[in-house]
């Protein structure tokens, strides 16, 4: 019998928090069709699976492949792993959330297995039918995929993590080679904060051009921390170098959907907004009254940032203590 | 010499409003420009080639390649003007085409060229893929480094050191050539890319070139070559077709607010977020 196979990441022997909500909507596509949902660990060591088959997800078997080439991940050897996995499980779908590295390696795979692959699901219409953005999310692509096998990545922020559910049966998969085709990872140099990720926050502060200069931005920083929440930034500002080009929200960046989004002096371009258009209420303070987020924002202020930020800080301050 | 294939594509105009009709996108009147990942591309290929302080002593051939219809090349002659060697069309209508069978036309042109590297955009703004640099890599079996932000050429080596931005920071990965790349953003910033040749302070001008008149004029004599899907054995698989496009829910209309005291306010007693 056919599965639907979910790619997950791991760190520290733990899963990855990022990758529940692809776990979810690999969930309603296997209820969508009526077949059982398995997970797949790939990694040097894969002791990280235990702790994934004891909360279980409500996935009938999770599946390892161990291998030292699979760490660091390259999407040279994930791919030969996934490519090996679907033909070991049987699996006809296969996928996960859309994060970076299941954006570069599960398209590798499909290619090498021939497969159509959904990019960026927001919504499962039925087994084979999903919904996604297109246009900077100006338009809604029903898109139906068709073959043996079939391959999506799920946006974040449109499902809610998967909870923990039955248990399931670990089940190492053996024989793989996987080959990193020569490549080396050099290192990664990792954004640090004490800040929830930008993708998970429940409130995102974010800076445009507007603010000029780096050092601008810890007036924002201030009333991130005072709401527990994380910075984003515009294109112009990451490219401009006042933040980490990591904190760019938007079609190229992160798409976030908090309970707040706070955008100080940022525009509001397309290519912005379709970054955080989802975001439950949406704040907008910019000089200029023309500008278009507030076409989006559900409170708009005409102000000045350096006349009005340090006033909302002391302002939210107040109402804290 | 090496050779870079650069992928580019048309898309209707990201500036100009989309227009429904019925479940589907009506794109008769619309404007037709590059995709902008594209004209990164090209740049990116365009740096690695450049030798600016001896002009004449060209790096790397620059093929610039698009599945279009044959007659709509205006972006094709963009790209010739802003500097590339050479074009080929591919002649066909390429929203008809599944995105698995781009990639294998793409495949395929870069192995009957024999080139060293392709270079694609990251996303094409309208289809938002984000898949044909990764499939071009897994067809030919190559390595692949997408997302890229800064490009280091080690031409001695015959290898390319890259920063792809990643979710959680920027990761450096080494890869032997031939190898497929996709850009994003970034790697138009002045200093992003180096071919090892350059001086190590070079600054490029921020952003993609434009084409000069000089280019204008030179791109009109450039061989385009004009194949069809199947003079290269590629036939769609349908594996992808649309249901339906339809236009997002719209967001209700929001308030503007007097002062930041009455945000405030209204954050904390109306929208309940504070
Ligand atoms: C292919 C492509 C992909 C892109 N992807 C993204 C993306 O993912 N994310 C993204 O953000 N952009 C993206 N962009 C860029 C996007 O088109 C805009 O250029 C960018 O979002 C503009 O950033 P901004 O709003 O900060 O700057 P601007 O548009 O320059 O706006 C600055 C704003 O600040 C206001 N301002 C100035 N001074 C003050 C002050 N003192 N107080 C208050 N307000 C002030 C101004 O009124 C103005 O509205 C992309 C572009 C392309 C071509
Ligand atoms: N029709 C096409 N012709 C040439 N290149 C294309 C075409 N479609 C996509 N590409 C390339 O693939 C990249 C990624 O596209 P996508 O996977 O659709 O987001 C684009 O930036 C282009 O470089």
């Known amino acids: 019998m056919s599965k639907v196979l979910v790619v997950l990441e791991t760190a520290g022997g733990k899963l990855r928090p990022h990758c529940l909500p692809g776990i979810a909507a690999a969930k309603q596509i296997a209820d969508a069709r009526g077949i059982p949902l398995h997970l797949l660990v790939l990694g040097a060591d894969a002791s990280a699976a235990a702790e994934i088959a004891a909360a279980g997800y409500g996935a009938a078997t999770v599946h390892t492949i161990q291998d030292p080439a699979l760490e660091p991940f390259t999407a040279e050897a994930w791919a030969d792993a996934i490519v090996h996995a679907t033909k070991t499980v049987g699996a006809s779908v296969i996928g996960g959330t859309a994060s970076s590295t299941l954006r570069d390696c599960l398209p590798r795979a499909a290619a090498v297995l021939d497969a159509p692959l959904c990019a960026e699901v927001v919504a499962v219409k039925s087994g084979d039918t999903f919904t996604r953005p297109i246009s900077a999310g100006r338009a809604l692509l029903d898109e139906k995929l068709s073959g043996e096998i079939v391959f999506f990545t799920a946006r974040g922020s449109e499902f809610e993590p998967a909870a923990a559910g039955a248990a399931a049966s670990v089940s190492a998969i053996d024989g793989v080679s996987v080959d990193t085709r020569g490549v080396e990872v050099v290192g990664i140099q990792k954004t640090q904060s004490s800040r929830p990720a930008l993708t998970e926050a429940d409130v995102v502060v974010s800076g445009g051009r507007g603010m000029r200069e780096g050092p601008n931005f810890k007036v924002l920083e201030d009333l991130t921390d005072l709401l527990g929440g994380a910075l984003g930034a515009s294109r112009a500002a990451t490219d401009a170098g006042m933040v980490p080009a990591d904190l760019q929200v938007g079609q190229t960046g992160k798409i976030v959907a908090p309970n707040l989004y706070i955008a100080v002096a940022i525009s509001g371009a397309i290519q912005h907004l379709a970054g955080m258009k989802g975001s439950k209420t949406i704040v907008a303070i910019n000089k200029d009254a023309e500008a278009p987020i507030f076409q989006v924002a559900d409170y708009g202020l005409v102000a000045k940032w350096e006349d009005a930020l340090p006033r909302f800080v002391e302002l939210v301050q107040a109402r804290k203590s | ?274």
Request: proline letters at 5%.
């Open chain 2, 1 to 274: 010499m090496t050779k870079i294939l650069v992928t580019v594509k048309r898309i209707p105009d990201p500036d100009e409003s989309l227009k429904f009709a019925g479940s589907e996108l009506d794109l008769s009147s619309v404007k037709w420009v590059p995709n902008a990942f594209d004209e990164y591309a090209v740049e990116t290929a365009l740096r690695l080639a450049e030798d600016v302080n001896n002009k004449k002593s060209k790096l790397a051939e620059i093929i610039v390649l698009s599945i279009c219809p044959q007659k709509q090349r205006q972006h094709m002659t963009q790209f010739l003007a802003m500097g590339a060697d050479r074009g080929v069309i591919v002649d066909a209508d390429d929203s008809e085409l599944d995105t698995a069978a781009i990639s294998k036309i793409i495949a395929k042109v870069a192995q009957d060229e024999g080139v060293d590297m392709v270079i694609t955009g990251k996303l094409s703004q309208d289809n938002e893929g984000n898949q044909v640099g990764q499939r071009v890599a897994g067809l030919l079996g190559w390595p692949q480094a997408c997302f890229a932000a800064e490009i280091d050429w080690d031409q001695s080596g015959n290898t390319l050191s890259v920063h792809r931005e990643v979710d959680d920071g920027v990761e450096v990965k080494k890869l032997p050539l031939p190898a497929v790349v996709s850009v994003d953003l970034r790697v138009v910033l002045p200093t992003s890319v180096r071919n090892g040749v350059n001086p190590a302070d070079h600054k490029f001008t921020d952003g993609p070139r434009l084409a000069s008149l000089r280019g204008i004029t030179m791109a009109k004599r450039k061989k385009v070559d004009v194949k069809t899907p199947s003079d290269l054995g590629v036939t769609n698989a349908g594996g992808e077709s649309t249901v339906a496009v339809n236009k997002p829910p719209g967001r209700m209309a929001g308030q503007m607010i007097g002062s930041i005291e009455e945000l405030v306010e209204k954050l904390a007693t109306e929208a309940k977020v504070l």
